[in-house]
């Protein structure tokens, strides 16, 4: 099956530092990916829709300038939480559709795990 | 907007018990409905699916039936093993327009015990 990578697995930083992680499709191109942040009680909230080539779609209440995204390529998107904070520790996951239609499912990373001290 | 809504967790069960979790979902057109599963420390996969209604989606003993008249798609397993300890979402995706942006469910969290 298709194969989405993410680096890092896990960080750790000093709050105010930036965190850049990173969200590949191996073996397939996607135009589109989707990031969410897990929370401990495992819900899985989107944060935002990456779009190669144009601006991402974030959700609401979601801070554009605090999560920054860039879909650079068909195969790689970013994600760098700016100034983090101890309240952005969580656990970050992206996810990349195989096709075009809502059709088809979702190819997950593994996940990022954030820790700011 | 669209939503999915699945039983509260965690679900304990014995080895070899019959296993059911249950999901509904509210959208405004015709979705696709999947199952997906995150084992301890994993990613979420994909566990089954369905694109239209009465499909049913089969996959490790697990079945889920897409049934439009209760906008349900609920998860069964005759016979849970250990190794299927972990979480589930259920999920679905509505292709409309070329946006489908997937909606998850919380999340239900099952233990089994031997």
């Known amino acids: 099956g298709a194969v989405v990578s993410q680096h890092p697995s896990w960080v750790i930083c000093k709050s105010g530092t930036s965190v850049k992680i990173e969200c590949r499709s191996l073996d397939f191109q996607a135009t589109t990916m989707f990031w969410y942040r897990q929370f401990p009680k495992q819900s899985l909230m989107l944060m935002a829709t990456s779009n190669e080539g144009s601006k991402a779609t974030y959700e609401q209440g979601v801070e554009k300038d605090k999560f920054l995204i860039n879909h650079a390529s068909l195969t790689l998107s970013t994600l760098t939480v700016t100034s983090a904070h101890p309240e952005d520790s969580s656990f970050y996951i992206c996810?990349?559709?195989?096709?075009?239609?809502?059709?088809?499912?979702?190819?997950f990373g593994p996940g990022t795990r954030l820790t700011v001290l | 907007g669209n939503s999915v809504t699945q039983m509260e967790g965690p679900v304990t069960l014995s080895e070899e018990a019959f296993l059911t979790i249950n999901c509904t979902y509210t959208?405004?057109?015709?979705?696709?409905l999947f199952w997906y599963v995150q084992y301890p420390g994993e990613g979420l996969q994909l566990l089954l699916k369905?694109?239209?209604?009465?499909d049913k989606g089969s996959n490790k003993g697990f079945e889920a039936t897409y049934r439009k008249e209760t906008t349900s798609f609920h998860l069964e397993k005759g016979s849970v093993q250990v190794s299927d300890s972990a979480v589930y979402f259920c999920?679905?995706?509505?292709?409309?327009?070329?946006?489908?942006?997937?909606?998850f469910g919380r999340g239900t969290s099952l233990i089994v015990h031997p």
């Open positions: 369905a694109t239209k209604a009465d």
């Open positions: 959208a405004t057109g015709y979705p696709s």
């Open positions: 996810s990349a559709p195989l096709g075009l239609e809502g059709f088809n499912e979702q190819f």
């Open positions: 999920a679905l995706s509505e292709g409309t327009g070329g946006s489908y942006i997937p909606t």
